[in-house]
């Protein structure tokens, strides 16, 4: 039986009002992402790739690895 996901809201929403915040849901597999003001969209991915996706973005990674790139 499949279950809905459990979301939870990033600590850096601040608790305000309103629908702009990321919520995250996990499974042991993968993680899914979505805005509050769009739930329906959801972004799907693992672990691994997200770590590395924030790494590139915080500047600690120069080139991208082969495996991940788009064939």
Known sequence: MKHA???QKSTFSGGGEGNTCIE???TP???HLRESDTP???LTTT???LA???AGIRGKITKVDS???EH
Do not use: S
Request: glycine share 0%; charged share 10%; net charge positive.
């Open 5 to 7: 996901p459990r979301w």
């Open 24 to 26: 995250l849901a996990a």
């Open 29 to 31: 597999t993968t993680l």
């Open 40 to 42: 329906a969209t959801v």
């Open 47 to 49: 672990p691994a790739v």
């Open 52 to 54: 590395h996706l924030l």
């Open 67 to 69: 495996h991940l790139r």
